[in-house]
C-alpha cells in the first residue's frame, strides 16, 4: 500500500507540473488558448448474474493541450469506484471536436494504469495495479468561458487479486451426502467491462 501511496503522490506532482509547464508556454505565447481542464464526475454500470444492474460513482479532471480540433493530448486522473474497491487511474489522453460550432459532437480514447487500494478490503489480501482502456463520444454545448460534456463510453479494467476463496457447505438430510467446501488460496485475474456516462465542465 506504502509503494502505491508513493506512485499515486509522484504522479499527482508530475501532473500538476506538467500542467504549469504548458500554462507558462501558453501565457508567453499571448496566442488562443491552447491548455484546457475539465472536471467531472459520472457513473458506471454492469450487469450482474442475476440481472439486476449495479452502478458505481466515479470522479475525474483532466488537463489537454489544443494541436487542433480533431486531437486534443492530455492527462487524466480521477477516483473511481468498484463494488469493493476503489483505485486512482492515471491516464494518457487523446480527444477531440468533430466540426467547428459552438455545440459539436466530441470523441475520447484514453488508456493508463489504475492503482487500487487494498487497505479496507476483507476479501483480498493483496490488489495489484491494473491496466485500463476506455472509449467514447459525445456533445459538447459551449457558453462564454466553459463548456458542458456528456458522454458515454465503454471501459475495461484489469486487475489481479489475491485471497481466499471457494468456502461452502451443502448440507442434506442425509447427513452423508452433505459436504463442506474448503476455501483455497486463489490468484485471479479481472476484467471488469463497464459503461461509463460522464458529465463534466472544460474551462
Same mark, same amino acid.
Given at each position: 500500500?506504502?509503494?502505491?501511496?508513493?506512485?499515486?503522490?509522484?504522479?499527482?506532482?508530475?501532473?500538476?507540473?506538467?500542467?504549469?509547464? /504548458?500554462?507558462?508556454?501558453?501565457?508567453?505565447?499571448?496566442?488562443?488558448?491552447?491548455?484546457?481542464?475539465?472536471?467531472?464526475?459520472? /457513473?458506471?454500470?454492469?450487469?450482474?448474474?442475476?440481472?439486476?444492474?449495479?452502478?458505481?460513482?466515479?470522479?475525474?479532471?483532466?488537463?489537454?493541450?489544443?494541436?487542433?480540433?480533431?486531437?486534443?493530448?492530455?492527462?487524466?486522473?480521477?477516483?473511481?469506484?468498484?463494488?469493493?474497491?476503489?483505485?486512482?487511474?492515471?491516464?494518457?489522453?487523446?480527444?477531440?471536436?468533430?466540426?467547428?460550432?459552438?455545440?459539436?459532437?466530441?470523441?475520447?480514447?484514453?488508456?493508463?494504469?489504475?492503482?487500487?487500494?487494498?487497505?479496507?478490503?476483507?476479501?483480498?489480501?493483496?490488489?495489484?495495479?491494473?491496466?485500463?482502456?476506455?472509449?467514447?463520444?459525445?456533445?459538447?454545448?459551449?457558453?462564454?468561458?466553459?463548456?458542458?460534456?456528456?458522454?458515454?463510453?465503454?471501459?475495461?479494467?484489469?486487475?489481479?487479486?489475491?485471497?481466499?476463496?471457494?468456502?461452502?457447505?451443502?448440507?442434506?438430510?442425509?447427513?452423508?451426502?452433505?459436504?463442506?467446501?474448503?476455501?483455497?488460496?486463489?490468484?485471479?485475474?479481472?476484467?471488469?467491462?463497464?459503461?461509463?456516462?460522464?458529465?463534466? /465542465?472544460?474551462?
Amino acid at each position: 500500500p506504502a509503494d502505491h501511496r508513493n506512485i499515486i503522490t509522484l504522479s499527482f506532482v508530475l501532473f500538476i507540473s506538467g500542467s504549469a509547464s /504548458l500554462f507558462g508556454q501558453t501565457d508567453s505565447t499571448k496566442t488562443e488558448q491552447r491548455l484546457s481542464y475539465q472536471l467531472g464526475f459520472g /457513473l458506471t454500470t454492469f450487469e450482474r448474474a442475476n440481472a439486476s444492474n449495479s452502478y458505481n460513482a466515479l470522479f475525474y479532471g483532466n488537463i489537454t493541450y489544443f494541436l487542433n480540433p480533431l486531437f486534443q493530448l492530455g492527462l487524466a486522473t480521477g477516483y473511481d469506484e468498484y463494488n469493493e474497491l476503489s483505485g486512482i487511474p492515471i491516464m494518457l489522453i487523446f480527444q477531440g471536436e468533430i466540426g467547428n460550432r459552438k455545440h459539436l459532437p466530441i470523441y475520447y480514447v484514453q488508456g493508463g494504469l489504475t492503482h487500487f487500494f487494498e487497505e479496507d478490503n476483507d476479501r483480498f489480501d493483496s490488489i495489484d495495479e491494473g491496466r485500463i482502456f476506455e472509449a467514447g463520444l459525445g456533445y459538447a454545448f459551449g457558453f462564454k468561458e466553459t463548456r458542458l460534456t456528456l458522454t458515454i463510453g465503454w471501459r475495461r479494467q484489469m486487475l489481479t487479486t489475491e485471497g481466499w476463496e471457494g468456502y461452502g457447505y451443502f448440507y442434506t438430510t442425509d447427513i452423508f451426502a452433505s459436504s463442506f467446501l474448503p476455501p483455497t488460496y486463489q490468484t485471479t485475474h479481472w476484467k471488469l467491462d463497464r459503461m461509463v456516462f460522464r458529465i463534466g /465542465l472544460t474551462f
